[in-house]
């Protein structure tokens, strides 16, 4: 998953401060309004929305990979070995702001079943795409989901109820997902305890299960997993990210429903790359998932 703007650092300094305290009274309460404002978004008190982007479609017949699907593409493949991505036949897709407006019905017609789209972030964030991509996806037939991106610097408590905030309850909707890794390129450089860790998931997870009728999956990364030894959470599914090799060999015995198998995909529909994915059972068993994790 793709991390956004650090909710802790608010507005991005302009340069401009001493210019406006050159202007007269007026500029400068103008000026000590925004900083009072930008002071308030760094505490979280205000809400950070960035613009979605417009990334160029690439064309997956230019990128065609080995032991992916057909109809995709990777813009940085491996030599997949064993089980390979091609051998699941449920796909799906998580994506953010970054690749803009989604075509569904094309992205569905080239094999995607599924989507997460991330909605919030921390206390204060929320990623535009969520509300001008899900309801597309569900007018295409795409079971669709929010996540939300953990930060450490917030408390569970708090995020939960953002991500509840911003994310509709509706029916047939994919249950929620928690997207848990390590803060990488914020400024917030808190590391909790392994068991701090868990708690913080349990916390958010049993909040916002209660909401939405259904317990969250957890994304996870490799080393994120093996630090805060996630194997100990008992009774939610895992979403792993593993784009060198199948899953058993980064999460040794760990059971898992999802795998992030790239981050470099290209999928009809979809602008730029975005992240591809894989359900662990065969279409019936991805019938049967769906007809008992979906919302209520």
């Not at 703007?5 to 991005?12: C, F, L, Q, R, T």
């Not at 900083?35 to 978004?41: D, E, F, Y």
């Not at 958010?204 to 939405?212: D, G, I, L, T």
Request: hydrophobic share 40%.
């Amino acid at each position: 998953m793709k991390q956004g703007p650090d909710p802790a650092k608010g507005w991005p300094d302009n340069g401009e401060g001493q210019k406006i305290l050159s202007l007269g009274s007026k500029s400068i309460r103008t000026f000590a309004a925004l900083a009072m404002a930008a002071a308030l978004t760094a505490c979280g008190s205000g809400t950070q929305v960035n613009g979605l982007m417009s990334p160029s479609h690439l064309d997956a017949a230019d990128y065609r990979a080995t032991g992916i699907p057909f109809a995709f593409g990777d813009t940085k493949p491996i030599e997949w070995e064993g089980l390979t991505p091609e051998l699941y036949p449920v796909h799906g897709i998580d994506a953010a702001r970054y690749q803009g407006r989604i075509n569904w019905n094309r992205a569905r017609a080239s094999g995607v079943n599924f989507a997460w789209l991330k909605v919030t972030e921390g206390r204060n964030l929320l990623d535009p795409g969520f509300a001008i991509n899900a309801p597309a996806a569900r007018a295409a037939g795409v079971p669709v989901g929010g996540y939300h991106f953990y930060y450490f610097c917030r408390t569970a408590e708090e995020q939960a109820d953002w991500f509840i905030k911003n994310v509709p309850r509706v029916a047939g909707d994919l249950p929620p997902m928690l997207d848990m890794e390590w803060n990488h390129g914020s400024s917030c450089k808190v590391r909790p305890s392994a068991a701090e860790v868990r708690s913080y998931i349990l916390t958010f997870a049993q909040k916002v299960s209660r909401h939405y009728g259904t317990r969250p999956v957890i994304y996870t990364t490799p080393d994120f997993y093996e630090h805060n030894d996630l194997g100990a959470l008992t009774g939610y599914e895992f979403f792993l990210r593993s784009v060198a090799s199948h899953p058993s060999e980064r999460y040794p015995d760990e059971r898992w429903t999802f795998w992030q198998y790239s981050g470099t995909g290209v999928v009809p529909g979809i602008g730029g790359i975005v992240d591809m994915n894989a359900f662990a059972g065969d279409a019936a068993t991805w019938v049967a998932w769906l007809s008992t994790r979906r919302q209520r």
